[in-house]
């Protein structure tokens, strides 16, 4: 059985009984459908994209009360005099939908280029904030609000019992879900994915990291503004108290109790609390004795009992059931190149034209030199090689020839062009594929899913289009020229398994499939023979080599002497952050200062 | 607006701002050591406030309750990880989970303190082993998670220690006796004898904790954990021990600083949050690891604040939590390369 039906089966359950539910359940089940559309874009934000914010609440209420005002307000009314009354409410959606994007563009501007934790903090004093201002404009009602909000209209059908809305709230979430998931089977998807495990990463495969979490920022805040705007029309009055922090705090909760990292565990998130919260708020003043929210207490220490017990949430253990019970099957992926969608092909340029070149590169950390004046170039149709002992600076040089850092003297130029300043994913751009020393790969994702992340900058299909599923033929194309590189680099028997679950030295060759998948010109290799068994070293080289006579610039840093002697066409070597030999394998070997650097000893 | 409101505005502030900038050095002190943000600091400070209102009203503080239980549920914590086979400091955890709170339950129960000093002790011993049992049964468990993760945690405390908060002491806020009644006449502007106490307590807690860092050895070990976690620990310094003592340190300057601020502002169960996040904002403009920065940012918030509560003072904690971000922004111009989080 494949999961879809599932899927169906609930809304077509849910479609089949709305009109013989209870009135109490309808509203209950309006509300969980508004609450579950915020904890969805919160599962976006937190589950998925690494990030989290803390006043979702706030942007709820600028959704609630721009409509509020539009519908309300004589000021508004004069200006929207051309208008039939019945279209007030749309005018409201639009204005909640504007000043949310703002808001929410110009905090994630103003945090996303920091550390992961600004947002938050930005998002508790937004949070806050707001509810004041909401409370203390007299224009907005103050603390007692703004009554008698219009109904929704549409096509002359009053949607002012639950009953009727409250098909509207659900079909939005479905509307919602289906979007989101799509925008997550694709290539955009996979960049947000890659938010998480860490930007360098992303920055390496070409992905504008900044940019993705804003836009991430700024949806997870527009659906909470739909939400709001929803929301005052089934209440038909709002007032700041359920737009305060700590219903910021508990849309949170929700997301993260029905599980961060599944759209799905939004729902069953928002839910499981609105139950709870409906039976705290009931029996908890009767067994304490008095009146107050204590249900903030055991939300609190429930909260903390998940996020130590069960950090993935509720939603994987309800999903492992069902896989048991209904015998579920993973959908089958289109690897086919169909529809004749093809992705931007890289010339490379002829052998022995320089690709990169670091030019008197010196990288000083306060006083200490890590590199000195190092020369160093790679071209067309070579492999070479970087050795040094440890500490002798190579991954402080590897670092400022990829875009990680800057030297502090000195010019790195790709493809010609002069790089200071420049960020990794402009070395992408240009044509640099990287691996990394400590493997970075999305672990629970397939080796699939993390190689076709590589081919990201090939493909051009934005996030609505993604949503939309119009991205299809791209996406068959990307994932086609994963597989290539995949079956390349002889991986293709784990194609489909995660891959945490690979062998170190496999993952390495992961990061190799990765990296070819973007069609890059010159290919930096930060010790890829780490943790590689004998047979697996030499299909490792046999790779390189044939990559090689394809035209491909690489550049090795390694430790294993064997492995490096027999590729490298040129040798450079790095003592205490200098060049202290450049040649042939033969050259280099013959050296006298190399051998007193590897064996210690004397120039004698 | 005249000269005098100015000064008088300016003295606000500065007290004000005295209060803040010991909430940053609380922050910035348990985010480097530990990488968490501590959001519940503000919670200790309104603990220790109303612990205090109610033993000069002659109450038992109810707060008493929940340390006592905090201590055993850290206690049969502390069991179980020494019967699943892990290593247990019993040395560190008698102290926090039995003398301290035994202590406090001594003055509180049997001493009742009636002089204001042995009310102090009793509300400092009583506030400040909670600190360590907090991050015990919070954080410690998820000594690996990432900063956002602990954020979460942190948030979630949060909201149950002020829900606990609201159940120990009730909805009604409360004041405590000024520590002194002296008042001041300087050219027209009254200085009252409680902010200066505010002011000495707070310049000599910097100092305390300057000479902390600086010259003795647990201090050190705490600078070095904050400044690589996994060198420390190779060289010796358990990360347990400087959790347990950054968040006592954190505990101990909440519970100070509601006792100074009690006689000047009435404290309710949930004052403390804002009080927190007011040191927040000066501990961002320090970027959270800057403490001479974190203290200019608290007078600055001082000042902000005292002058916006009397130009609009209904938007005065708009404006004060608006001021993060310029600050941001700020920093945010200084970073061109991707920070690479862990």
New interface residues.
Partial sequence: MKPQVLVIGFVALLAAVWGFLPPFTVTLLCYIGLYSLVAVGLVML?GVG???S?GQAAFVGLGAYATAWICTAPEAAEWLSFLPKGLYPWVGLVLGLVVTALIAW??GA??L??????L???T???G??LY??FG?LQALGGFTGISSLPPLEIFGISLASPRMLGIVIWAVLLLAIWALHNLLDSREGRAIRALKT???MA?SMGVD??NQRIKLFVLAALLAAVSGWLYAHLQRFVNPTPFNL?IG?EY??MA?VGGSGHLWGAVLGATLITLLKEQLQDWLPRL?G?S??????V???L??LV??RA?TGLWPLLAGFAQRVFKLQPPARALAAAGGASLDQRQLPPAGEQILKADQVTKRFAGLVANNAVDMDVRAGEVHALIGPNGAGKSTFFNMIS????PTEGQVRLMGQVMQ?K??RAFAALGLGRTFQHVRLLGERSVLDNVALGAHRRGHKGWIASMLRADRAEEAAVLAEAMRQIERCGLADVAHTPAASLPLGQQRIVEIARALAGQPAVLLLDEPAAGLRHLEKQSLAKLLMQLRAEGLAILVVEHDMEFVMNLADRITVLEFGTVIAHGTPAEVQANPRVIAAYLGGDLA | MDLQIALMLVQDGIVNGAIYALMALALVLVFSVTRV?F?PQGEFVAYAALAMAALQSGKLPPLLWMLLGMAAMCLVVEAVRQARGLEVDWKSTLFWAVALPALAALMLLVVKPQAMWLQVVAVLLLVTPMGPLVYRL?FR??AH?????L???S??????????G??FF??EGSRTEAFSEARWDVGGLTITGQSVVILGVTALLVVAMYFFFERTIVGKALRATAINRVGARLMGIPTALSGDLSFALAALIGAVSGLLIAPVTTIYYDTGF?IG?KG??AA?VGG?SSYPLALAGALLVGQLESFSSFWAS??K??IV??L??PV??W??LH???????E
């Fill in positions: 937190t690494g990030m989290t803390f110009g905090l103003v945090t280029r920091l550390s992961g934790h600004y938050p903090l930005g508790i004093a937004w806050l904030s004041y201002i203390n860490g930007r360098l920055e990291t900044a700590n705090i949170l909760f993260v304490l008095t107050g929210n204590f249900e903030t207490v939300f609190g220490l909260m903390l996020l130590q950090s875009g990680v850092d800057d300043g960020p990794s | 943000i959001i919070a468990p998820l998670a990432t900063v956002l993760i954020l979460i945690v948030v979630a405390l949060h909201l149950a220690m002020v829900g606990l609201l159940f009730g909805a804002l996040l927040f904002v961002i959270l209904a938007f904690e708009v939590f608006t993060i971000i941001l922004w920093r945010s970073t061109h390369h991707v920070e690479d989080e």
